[in-house]
């Protein structure tokens, strides 16, 4: 797989994970990419946290409106049903827990959940945005990123990195598996066929604990 | 009251060494007229209190790039290579806040709050040298209130007596900084006589804005 077939399967399979009725907070870059692969037949309503609820496809060159952009300054639409809003009632909609799932690119995730992905000090420095929020108040934190940078691993003991949040990642989607963040640590629940249990295992920088129930990605 | 201000006006209310407010979110709801005119006037010393610093040639960014600004605070700077160049090479202070932080800072500020508590940002760098408060066994940071000499801000309709109503994903900061500023300034998209506002209509009451700058005539 090149990147963006990676990125793609990490995406479908994120999807899956979508519920019927959920709100959702699609972090940018490889999880805005989520959206496109939603089952059929789920009714989910993703949030922009710069103010809507209802972000819909990118529009047509006729549909641009330069006021509806997401957050990372895309042109979007709005669904019909959907909502604009402050930043005031967009946090609390966040903080106040009621945005159902969030899906984040991460630099580094511990094995009790801490994640980083807001800084690298010295050489880059984009800030936090709603990252902190967003990973503090949405009932389930998805990471969703490639297993390594560059060969290096990104699922750590510990974040060397500056925390966005402690013990707040759930679940981990990467071209190579499916984790769980568990009080015992990282539990690879479903494994891509392309890579051997020793191949995951090698480009993870914590212990990895193969589930009982270990099932074929999807 | 009769609000209106000319645009030259204005940007004479700013002066060098204030703090601003300015609303937009990645240049979207930014008052882009009233900011091409504070960068001709060549304002400086500023600090700045905005969601992110837009791009080198969009939104609040133009101002970074004329270095206006000794210190800025910001939940995001990374859509701006200037704002990180100063960042990192010392001309500018940064100071990174959480999203749901910053505004809740805002709203305190012309709310007459003593602060406001949140869970964002514990077991980060955003909790250094603040105040941590357990209130029913919990833990909270304390974020203090915000004030501006002079918020700028955008909206898509104003009447004369300032009451506003914002289309699309404009309303971000827009709604909350009038309150936190000593004079707050709205650039609004189009002005409309007394009367001819529904009151039902109105998102921001005119009592938190001081002047309208009329952008249709602009």
């Known amino acids: 797989m090149d990147k963006q077939q990676t990125q793609e399967f990490i995406a479908r399979r994120v999807a899956l994970e979508l519920q019927d009725g959920d709100l959702v907070n699609l972090g940018i870059g490889l999880p805005t990419l989520v959206a496109n692969y939603v089952p059929e037949g789920r009714d989910v309503l993703f949030q922009s946290e710069n103010g809507f609820i209802g972000v819909g496809p990118a529009p047509t060159e006729e549909q641009i409106d330069p006021c509806i952009a997401n957050a990372g300054a895309m042109p979007v639409t709005i669904v019909p049903g959907g909502s604009f809003f402050d930043s005031a009632v967009s946090f609390g909609i966040i903080r106040g827990g009621h945005v159902d799932v969030t899906v984040l690119g991460a630099l580094q995730v511990a094995e009790n959940g801490d994640i980083a992905n807001y800084m690298i000090p010295g050489k880059m420095v984009p800030g936090m945005g709603g990252a902190m929020d967003l990973l503090n108040g949405a009932k389930k934190v998805i990471v969703a990123m490639e297993h390594t940078a560059k060969g290096n691993p990104k699922l750590l003991k510990q974040c060397t990195l500056p925390l966005t949040a402690v013990n707040a990642v759930d679940l981990i989607i990467t071209e190579m598996g499916v984790i769980e963040v568990t009080p015992e640590g990282f539990v690879l629940i479903e494994q891509n066929p392309d890579y051997t249990l020793d191949e995951i295992k090698a480009a993870t920088g914590a212990p990895l604990i193969i589930s009982a129930a270990l099932k074929q990605m999807a | ?218």
Do not use: W
């Open chain 2, 1 to 218: 009251m009769d609000k209106l201000i000319r645009l030259e006006d204005a940007v004479n209310l700013v002066s060098d060494g204030d703090t601003v407010m300015i609303g937009g979110f990645l240049a979207v709801g930014t008052p882009e007229r009233l900011i091409d005119a504070l960068i001709a006037k060549g304002t400086k010393d500023l600090t700045l209190i905005c969601n992110d610093t837009g791009f080198v040639d969009r939104g609040v960014g133009k101002m970074v790039v004329a270095k206006m600004f000794k210190k800025i605070y910001a939940s995001h700077v990374g859509t701006n290579k200037e704002t990180g160049r100063q960042m990192l090479e010392g001309e500018t202070e940064v100071v990174l806040v959480p999203q749901g932080t910053l505004i809740e800072q805002i709203r305190a500020g012309g709310f007459g709050l003593g602060g406001v508590l949140t869970k964002t940002g514990l077991g980060t760098e955003v909790e250094k040298g603040k105040q941590v408060v357990e209130i029913d066994g919990e833990k909270f940071l304390l974020e203090k209130p915000m004030r501006a000499n002079v918020a700028l801000l955008f909206a898509e309709k104003a009447d004369v007596r300032g009451n506003l109503t914002f289309h699309g994903a404009t309303r971000n900061f827009n709604t909350y900084m009038g309150a936190a500023a000593d004079i707050s300034i709205v650039e609004a998209g189009k002005v409309v006589q007394l009367g001819e506002m529904c009151p039902d209509e109105v998102v921001v009451p005119g009592v938190f804005v001081d002047f309208v700058v009329d952008g249709s005539e602009l």
